[in-house]
């Protein structure tokens, strides 16, 4: 279409009215070529648009007299416009795919990554909770789930660690590391209904945000002292 554009514009130009210019139009193809082509497509689409207007302004020399140095004024200011468009939008258009690339090879690297990450907090024998500030579970490995006594429940019910009596000394230590946003480490016990109390030894770590806006969880760490 780039070739298409051109001999259109050429026409128009070649046609064109009284006070009627479209040269301005040539950067229409111009800038096609360089977001959708290389550079060396880019600039030689920048070099027709120049070679097309200096004929053109060889024409006009030749069919209408005149002060034929504007008409190659004209020509080789908006060529020398299009060359420079060219150049600036194929470096953009270079720098915009690199970028892309590399944020897709990060989510391809996330993604293969979390299975991994997964499988192996699972397999630990030490129990891992993954906390939000509202004090949501957002993760649990088998080993705190069963510390927890929710080993019963399915792995996606959401739990909340304020919402259980049973559960409150545990929550005191993750609050207590949100508001100081300091690791802390402590000596708890659960006890759950029916069970004698679990004496565990909590490790708490906050992760680093990766911008302002990232929310920050808690990683708590849990060892069965008994």
Known sequence: TVGVDLVTFTTLQMFQGIG???????????????????????????AAVTF???????????YAPGNTNTYFLQAALTGATCLAISFIASQLAMRLASVELRAQHSQLAATVQRPVNELVIASLTDAIL??????????????ARYVLGTLELHQDEELNLHERVAWQAL?????????????????IALDHAGQGPR???????LTAPLDQDAQVLCV???QDQR
């Open 52 to 62: 097309l207007l200096f004929a053109h302004a060889a024409w006009l020399s030749l």
């Open 20 to 46: 009627i210019n479209y040269a301005p139009l040539y950067a229409l193809p111009v800038l096609m070529a360089s977001f959708l082509g290389s550079m060396l497509l880019a600039l030689a689409a920048a």
């Open 199 to 205: 004496s565990l030894r909590v490790r708490t770590q």
């Open 220 to 222: 708590v760490f849990m």
């Open 130 to 143: 993954v906390v939000d500030q509202t004090g949501q579970i957002r993760s649990a490995n088998p080993a």
């Open 171 to 187: 929550s005191d230590v993750v609050l207590t590391s949100f508001f100081s946003r300091q690791a802390r480490q402590a000596d």
